[in-house]
C-alpha cells in the first residue's frame, strides 16, 4: 500500500495580492492560485481574502486536506513568528497586532506559522533550492526593495525578538541618501529597483543628454525612468545604464563584504526580480570583494541565483511547516 505523499499549503501575502499554493516534500507547487489583496480595508476583508485563497486551493484539491503538515503563511513585517502576529506593516494597513496564525487555526482546524518573506524564501532555498547542501546559506532578494534571510543548519536564524536579519538595512555609507527606513545609506536605498531608477533619473538630468537608450525607452520622460527600462537600456548598449548597474555592483560589493566578514555564510544566493540582471555582474562584484572583505578565503564562497522565482513565496511559506 503506497502511503499518500504529505503536502504543506503555502501562502504568500502581499500589498496588492494573496497567492497560496500546495507544496509537497520535494518542494514542487502543485496548485498556484491568488486573489486580490484589500490591504486598505478592514482587518476582516484582509482575513477574507487569505481565506478565500486558501479555499480555493481545498476547492481544486478537496483530498489535500487531510495529508497537509500545516499551513505557513509569509506576510510583510513587522511581525512576530514566535506569536504569528502581524505588528504594523506599512504595506498591509488593514492589519494593527492582527493575530493571523491563531485567525487561520481557529477557521481551519490546522496548525499556522508566520514569518516574512525574506526568512521564509530563504528556507524553501536551504530546504529545497539553490541552497541543499550547504549548513549556513545567506539569502537575498533583489527588487523594488532589499530583503534577507540566514538560514543555520536548515533553521532561520530569528534573533532575540524575531527581527534579525535586516540585512537591507544594513548602512555601507552614512552620507548616503534616507532609506525608507529612516536611516541613511542602506542597501536598499542604494542598490534596490528603486535606489537603480533613483540614481539613473539622476545622471540623466547631469548628462544634458537626449540621445541616450533610457530617455527613448520612457518617452522622452525622465521621470518614468524605473529599474526595467535601465535593465533594457544596458541590454541595448547605453553606457549610462551600464554605468548605474555598475555602480550598483560596486555597492553590492562593499556588503557583501560586510555579511561575509560578520556570517561566512556557505553559499550567497540572490533571488528577486533584478537577480538575473545583476548576475552579470557577480565577476565584478568578486573582483571588488578584496577591498571590502577582511577574509581571504571569499572566494570559496559561491554566488548563485535561487532557484525559486515568482513563487518563492508560497515555497517559502510552506516550507515553515517543514522546518
Not at 76 to 100: A, E, K, M, S, Y
Not at 269 to 297: A, D, Y
Request: glycine letters at 12%; hydrophobic letters at 45%.
Amino acid at each position: 500500500m503506497t502511503t499518500p505523499i504529505p503536502f504543506s499549503l503555502g501562502v504568500d501575502i502581499g500589498g496588492t495580492k494573496v497567492a497560496a499554493g500546495l507544496v509537497n516534500s520535494e518542494g514542487k507547487i502543485l496548485f498556484p492560485t491568488r486573489v486580490p489583496m484589500p490591504a486598505h480595508g478592514t482587518a476582516a476583508e484582509g482575513f477574507a481574502a487569505v481565506q478565500s485563497a486558501i479555499e480555493s486551493v481545498f476547492a481544486a484539491h478537496p483530498d489535500a486536506r487531510t495529508r497537509l503538515t500545516g499551513i505557513g503563511i509569509c506576510a510583510p513585517g513587522p511581525l512576530d513568528p514566535q506569536t504569528g502576529v502581524i505588528l504594523n506593516p506599512p504595506n498591509v494597513p488593514c492589519w494593527r497586532n492582527f493575530p493571523l496564525a491563531a485567525k487561520v487555526q481557529r477557521v481551519f482546524g490546522l496548525s499556522a506559522r508566520v514569518d516574512n518573506d525574506g526568512n521564509a524564501a530563504a528556507l524553501a532555498e536551504a530546504l529545497w533550492g539553490a541552497g541543499v547542501g550547504y549548513r549556513n546559506v545567506f539569502y537575498a532578494t533583489l527588487g523594488t526593495g532589499i530583503g534577507t534571510g540566514i538560514v543555520f543548519d536548515r533553521r532561520i536564524y530569528h534573533g532575540r525578538t524575531g527581527s534579525a536579519a535586516e540585512g537591507g538595512h544594513v548602512t555601507i555609507d552614512y552620507h548616503g541618501p534616507v532609506c525608507g527606513c529612516g536611516k541613511r545609506g542602506c542597501i536598499e536605498a542604494l542598490a534596490s529597483g528603486t535606489a537603480i531608477a533613483r540614481r539613473a533619473r539622476e545622471r540623466l538630468a547631469e548628462s544634458h543628454e537626449s540621445s541616450t537608450k533610457m530617455l527613448a525607452l520612457a518617452g522622452g520622460d525622465v521621470n518614468a525612468v524605473n529599474a526595467e527600462i535601465v535593465a533594457k537600456a544596458f541590454q541595448q548598449g547605453d553606457p549610462l545604464a551600464a554605468q548605474v548597474l555598475q555602480e550598483t555592483a560596486d555597492f553590492l560589493a562593499i556588503w557583501a563584504g560586510n555579511i561575509i566578514d560578520l556570517l561566512e555564510p556557505d553559499v550567497f544566493i540572490f533571488g528577486g526580480g533584478l537577480s538575473h540582471l545583476m548576475s552579470g555582474f557577480f565577476p565584478r562584484i568578486r573582483e571588488q570583494l578584496p577591498h571590502w572583505c577582511v577574509n581571504q578565503r571569499f572566494a570559496e564562497i559561491p554566488m548563485v541565483l535561487a532557484h525559486y522565482g515568482s513563487d518563492a513565496g508560497i515555497a517559502g511559506a510552506a516550507s515553515l511547516c517543514r522546518a
